[in-house]
């Protein structure tokens, strides 16, 4: 199973930016859809952004706009620019790969919180 590395999640004010990371190692990564999903206290788990191995890319409608993912192939990683912070943006970020064959999986999570 592939493993995923997280970063940059913290305590930002409304109107803020974070820039989140993820990193894996494996050459199946260029290959991957890779997505951003969120998990808010006492909601389920939703789909933020997603960018395939040839760049295309979807966004959550609460996001678009103010959300970018992009990907680097030759460092293996994956990355959501995140403008405009609003609270209800306040949730644990995962990273998750799914790959062409094999199992899917996901980070640890990171914390994200917009408060003043």
């Known amino acids: 199973q592939v493993q995923l590395v997280e970063s940059g999640g913290g305590l930002v004010q409304p109107g803020g930016s974070l820039r989140l990371s993820c990193t894996t190692s494996g050459s199946i990564f260029s290959l991957s859809l890779m997505n951003w999903y969120r998990q808010a206290p006492g909601k389920q788990r939703e789909l933020v952004a997603s960018?395939?191995?040839?760049?295309?890319?979807n966004y959550a409608d609460s996001v678009k706009g103010r959300f970018t993912i992009s990907r680097d192939n030759a460092k293996n990683a994956v990355y959501l620019q995140m403008n405009s912070l609003k609270p209800e943006d306040t949730a644990v970020y995962y990273c998750n790969i799914n790959p062409p064959l094999g199992p899917t999986s996901w980070g640890q999570g990171t914390q994200v919180t917009v408060s003043s």
């Open positions: 960018i395939t191995g040839g760049g295309n890319i």
